[in-house]
């Protein structure tokens, strides 16, 4: 029962940073200046609209009751109706939350294809030429920033080979090589930066784990270092790198946002540009929701995925089961 009652205080945690984030998110717009109707409308609009609007919209009542109207509907997935097209939010974010989570999973399957393997062997070869070569290159891919990277393998492969479009988005729905091949490239960028970051958490776990004594427990009685690493090795450093998976994760979906300006791809992140541009405000609270109750489902998935890794947690000395 411990293990259920800590995933329950941390889903109740996460229920509760919801609420307070939504808070936050709320009054921040609450605080631009000046009247939120008269900056959606602009300045040459008429007192008579800009009084429909404030009447449409609820600014003449309370913001504590608008408040409460608005987490209503949060919590039964409804974002509310932007005030320029009319439409639901929910409809309008439905397809760049798509394109978006299909490029934070691929950049983080190539993040961790690189950053597993390329971490194990810095780490195990932190004393020769290519583990401090390996070392190396994830430093310089630290620095390299995100959109850097997306215009130097564009440069590359986009324009000097002509292998993969330059940018732009085909669903999968119409077609989906040319999906996959629109995909390819701003998957790369996103994981390879992120990749780098990884592979230094992984070679510092590593690092720890190799000199343990059950290590050398293992390669005495026969176990190659490799295989000894494999075996026993795996699951205490994979403890570590959970929390900073999590993290990871996060920075991804950051750096999503950013890649899809680069690669004009008709993500979530281009999708609050295009509604500050149109100075929907009540769409960017609902994109900015989104994102922010995407960050916290993360980490508390990470938290949980670390409760049922370590046993520890599960049972400490002196609690009961």
């Keep these: 029962m411990t293990l259920l009652r800590r995933i ?37 609009a008429t007192p008579e609209a800009i009084a429909e609007l404030r009447e449409e919209l609820g600014l003449n009542r ?37 394109v978006t989570m299909w490029l934070v999973l691929f950049g983080s399957i190539v993040s961790l294809v690189l ?28 620095a390299i920033p995100a959109f850097l990277a997306g215009l130097l393998l564009t ?57 343990e004594d059950y290590l050398r427990t293992a390669r005495s009685v026969g176990w190659t270092r490799l295989g000894a690493v494999l075996r026993h090795g795996v699951r205490p450093a994979g403890l570590q790198l ?28 281009s999708e609050l540009f295009k509604a500050v541009q149109r100075r929907d405000l009540l769409e960017v609270q609902g994109v900015v929701m989104l994102l922010v109750a995407a960050v916290l489902v993360m980490n508390t998935l990470m938290e949980v995925c670390y409760l049922l890794l370590d046993p520890r947690l599960r049972h400490p000395v002196g609690g009961g089961r």
């Design 8 to 44: 329950a205080a941390r889903l109740v945690t996460l229920l509760l940073s919801l609420v307070a984030s939504s808070l936050v998110v709320f009054l921040l717009l609450q605080a631009l200046p000046g009247d939120m109707a008269q900056v959606i409308l602009g300045t040459s």
């Design 62 to 98: 309370p913001w504590p009751v608008r408040y409460l109207e608005w987490l209503g509907g949060l919590a039964t997935g409804n974002l509310g109706i932007s005030a320029l097209s009319q439409k639901p939010i929910v409809d309008l974010i439905a397809a760049p939350v798509g």
């Design 115 to 142: 950053a597993l393997p390329l971490g194990l062997w810095s780490a195990m070869r932190r004393r020769h030429v290519d583990g401090v070569a390996v070392n190396a290159l994830s430093h310089l891919g630290m």
């Design 155 to 211: 440069a590359l492969f986009a324009v000097t080979l002509r292998w993969l479009p330059a940018n732009g988005y085909v669903p999968l729905s119409r077609d989906p090589y040319q999906w996959a091949r629109h995909l390819i490239l701003p998957s790369l960028a996103l994981g390879i930066v992120q990749g780098a970051m990884f592979t230094r958490y992984v070679r510092s776990a590593f690092v720890e784990v190799l000199g």
């Design 242 to 269: 959970v929390t900073v998976l999590g993290l990871q994760l996060v920075s991804l979906l950051v750096g999503a946002i950013v890649i899809e300006q680069v690669f004009v791809l008709p993500g979530l992140g």
